[in-house]
């Protein structure tokens, strides 16, 4: 037999007001935990049944709000928020953490040769798309020449701007070429995003009212959700990218630092960690995840075409801005 959720308890609810940054911070220091990239395959799917289960009022006998709370937890973190499916755990904003700690502080590393710069930039691309394709807006789909086509043209723009940067401040301050990575990984994000969620902008996406009732799609709020996504992900990288060259520009005047060059490495890694544990949340947390437009901002069409079918009931409209 099956338990009757109490009507008071609604899993989809948010935990925390997602009208506020600190609200939205909470909701991501929750699911971007990188602790669940180790919860077994079994246990998620058994979250997401779990989840599924209540959403049609029925839990197991005897399972606690707790336990229920802990199953969405999961079922957000590995599963896509349109479509369901689990995602990749490359993918997964909970992998950022121990993915980008890794990758960023070899970047920051090894700096200063064109070769190493090439294939870090390129480990740093190749891991950027996969993470852009998985939290892309399921509801527009994307054929495999395009996903190539965004691969090769950030690839080609981060390693542009590296290598060009890096050969530039040859004779620069020292700290400069330390900010090479950055540029180039900004650079990247700014082609990146745009390009591999390219048919959202093209076909539009999805947008509702507030109760979630489709009314047509949308470029304008594809644009405005991208532009969101490649702000969050350029300030999810800025501190410890900037801030941590700093550091290690003065650590690395220290004798004892000297003496043990072969630890800058996995010492840059750390710190990276430590930067990306507050910053991945908090650069998700930037912009809702419903993100809402003006209907005085959509195209003309699709705003005359609500309004004809709704008159001035529907103000704003909303939309999955993916991460």
């Not at 798309?129 to 950030?154: D, E, H, K, M, W």
């Not at 591999?196 to 304008?220: A, K, P, Y």
């Not at 941590?244 to 003496?259: A, V």
């Not at 947390?285 to 709704?310: G, N, T, W, Y």
């Amino acid at each position: 037999k099956m338990a009757t959720v109490s009507l008071s308890f609604n899993i989809d609810s948010p935990r925390w007001d997602q009208s506020t940054f600190v609200g939205r911070l909470k909701h991501f220091l929750n699911i971007t935990d990188p602790r669940t990239v180790l919860v077994p395959e079994e246990e998620l799917d058994r979250a997401k049944a779990l989840v599924e289960g209540c959403r049609a009022g029925l839990v197991p006998p005897g399972s606690s709000q707790e336990q229920l709370l802990y199953a969405k937890k999961l079922y957000d973190s590995a599963f896509h928020p349109d479509s369901g499916e689990k995602m990749n755990f490359i993918g997964r904003m909970s992998f950022q953490v121990p993915g980008g700690m890794a990758i960023t502080g070899c970047m920051l590393q090894f700096y200063r040769t064109v070769p190493a710069v090439v294939f870090w930039q390129w480990v740093n691309q190749s891991f950027n798309a996969f993470v852009n394709y998985t939290n892309r807006n399921a509801a527009s789909p994307i054929s495999l020449r395009q996903i190539g086509v965004a691969y090769v043209t950030a690839t080609g723009a981060a390693l542009a701007t590296a290598v060009g940067l890096n050969l530039y401040t040859k004779r620069a301050p020292p700290l400069l070429a330390r900010w090479v990575p950055f540029a180039a990984v900004a650079a990247a994000n700014c082609v990146n995003i745009p390009m591999m969620r390219q048919q959202e902008i093209i076909n539009g996406i999805t947008v509702t009212d507030e109760n979630n009732n489709e009314l047509g799609r949308s470029r304008r709020a594809a644009v405005k959700g991208i532009a969101q996504v490649v702000l969050s992900r350029i300030t999810m990288a800025a501190p410890g990218m900037i801030i941590l060259p700093i550091i290690m520009e003065r650590l690395e005047k220290f004798t004892f630092m000297q003496r043990i060059r072969v630890l800058h490495g996995p010492l840059q890694v750390l710190l990276c960690g430590g930067f990306l544990l507050f910053m991945v949340p908090a650069a998700c947390a930037l912009f809702p995840q419903r993100c809402s437009l003006a209907l005085a901002d959509l195209e003309v069409e699709l705003r005359d075409s609500i309004m004809a079918k709704h008159g001035d009931k529907v103000p704003y409209v909303y939309f999955n801005k993916g991460l």
